[in-house]
């Protein structure tokens, strides 16, 4: 199978260049669409090495991009528990609370854990705090609620085994959250996704499904390799896997995603569906050092996922 998205002729979309004061890197934004404009919610990582989340729009979500002056979500907002930084954001529009809501990494001296916050502008947040605790990250929300209640994928690290699978929690609150349900398994073997996996972008409502992306990494001679996957899930039953791709469908190959920070990774993080187009556009950290964009027909994804094989309900993958 060939790869299903195709790279913007604007790649890398944002670079440490663009922004307004001096930083090492730009990467793993979370998407929406606020007022007809594309925003970005951006991880900046500075000179120190401590990443913020800064906010970028573009009228046409490709060019154009004005970046702002300040961080939107800062290291330390939340005390120790974010003291080495804030990172990888995905963002979540909730209409029923009039909001996006962003789920973010918060990195302090225990680990990383799992934090929320919730904007109406991208200007202003309100900062529910750390609700995972370490050692959880790679946390998105649903954009629709399922039986009352909010349903949040991330990715708790297990002891002693160190296992980094796709879990789901539910919450009436946003802050107490269920014990996790196991989604999704790294694949054993030689598989593409065999190291470790997580949950990219908030999954798209399809009628067949909930529509959603995953990064898988593999270890090579040369070090570790981020792919990009696709799974469908049960629309009531989150937790329950319809289908899984077997193949990955987006991987590294342009200069700017072979090397960086981090060779070989595309991470993807913000998903942006326009119906008039039949369009998504993948939004995505490269090698750890830059933005960039991938689009694909919407059909043909949906087509794709529900071509792939049902999952084999006796194993865990």
């Given at each position: 199978?060939?790869?299903?998205?195709?790279?913007?002729?604007?790649?890398?979309?944002?670079?440490?260049?663009?922004?307004?004061?001096?930083?090492?890197?730009?990467?793993?934004?979370?998407?929406?669409?606020?007022?007809?404009?594309?925003?970005?919610?951006?991880?900046?990582?500075?000179?120190?090495?401590?990443?913020?989340?800064?906010?970028?729009?573009?009228?046409?979500?490709?060019?154009?991009?004005?970046?702002d002056?300040?961080?939107?979500?800062?290291?330390?907002?939340?005390?120790?528990?974010?003291?080495?930084?804030?990172?990888d954001?995905?963002v979540?529009?909730?209409?029923?609370?009039?909001?996006?809501?962003?789920?973010y990494?918060?990195?302090?001296?225990?680990?990383?854990?799992?934090?929320?916050?919730?904007?109406?502008?991208?200007?202003s947040?309100?900062?529910?705090?750390?609700?995972?605790?370490?050692?959880?990250?790679?946390?998105?929300?649903?954009?629709r609620?399922?039986d009352?209640?909010?349903?949040l994928?991330?990715?708790?690290?297990?002891e002693?085994?160190?296992?980094?699978?796709?879990?789901?929690?539910?919450?009436?609150?946003?802050?107490?959250?269920?014990?996790?349900?196991?989604?999704?398994?790294?694949?054993?073997?030689?598989?593409?996704?065999?190291?470790?996996?997580?949950?990219?972008?908030?999954?798209?409502?399809?009628?067949?499904?909930?529509?959603?992306?995953?990064?898988?990494?593999k270890?090579?001679?040369?070090?570790l390799?981020?792919?990009?996957?696709?799974?469908?899930?049960?629309?009531?039953?989150?937790?329950?896997?319809?289908?899984?791709?077997?193949?990955w469908?987006?991987?590294?190959?342009?200069?700017?995603?072979?090397?960086?920070?981090?060779?070989?990774?595309?991470?993807?993080?913000?998903?942006?569906?326009?119906?008039?187009?039949?369009?998504?556009?993948?939004?995505?950290?490269?090698?750890?050092?830059?933005?960039?964009?991938?689009?694909?027909?919407?059909?043909?994804?949906?087509?794709?996922?529900?071509?792939?094989?049902?999952?084999?309900?006796?194993?865990?993958?």
């Amino acid at each position: 199978m060939t790869e299903l998205f195709t790279r913007s002729p604007a790649n890398p979309l944002l670079t440490a260049d663009d922004w307004p004061y001096p930083v090492n890197s730009v990467f793993n934004p979370g998407a929406a669409v606020v007022n007809g404009e594309t925003v970005l919610l951006c991880r900046v990582e500075d000179r120190r090495g401590i990443s913020h989340l800064s906010v970028a729009r573009s009228a046409d979500g490709a060019t154009g991009w004005r970046v702002d002056k300040e961080p939107l979500v800062a290291p330390g907002d939340h005390a120790d528990s974010s003291r080495w930084g804030v990172e990888d954001p995905r963002v979540t529009r909730v209409d029923e609370l009039d909001s996006w809501l962003v789920t973010y990494t918060a990195y302090g001296p225990e680990g990383p854990g799992v934090a929320l916050a919730t904007t109406r502008d991208f200007r202003s947040v309100e900062r529910v705090g750390v609700v995972l605790p370490p050692a959880d990250k790679n946390a998105a929300l649903l954009p629709r609620l399922v039986d009352g209640q909010f349903a949040l994928f991330h990715r708790p690290m297990s002891e002693p085994d160190r296992r980094a699978d796709v879990w789901l929690s539910r919450s009436r609150d946003l802050r107490s959250w269920s014990t996790p349900q196991l989604v999704l398994a790294a694949r054993p073997g030689g598989w593409w996704d065999n190291v470790r996996i997580g949950m990219g972008p908030p999954p798209l409502w399809t009628p067949q499904g909930w529509l959603a992306i995953y990064h898988g990494i593999k270890e090579v001679a040369a070090g570790l390799v981020y792919r990009v996957g696709v799974v469908l899930l049960d629309l009531a039953q989150p937790q329950r896997v319809l289908r899984r791709g077997e193949d990955w469908v987006f991987a590294a190959s342009a200069p700017y995603e072979r090397v960086g920070d981090a060779p070989n990774v595309v991470f993807p993080t913000g998903l942006l569906h326009d119906p008039e187009r039949d369009q998504v556009r993948l939004y995505y950290g490269a090698a750890d050092s830059c933005v960039a964009l991938a689009t694909a027909s919407y059909s043909e994804l949906l087509a794709y996922a529900l071509s792939c094989p049902e999952p084999d309900q006796s194993r865990s993958w």
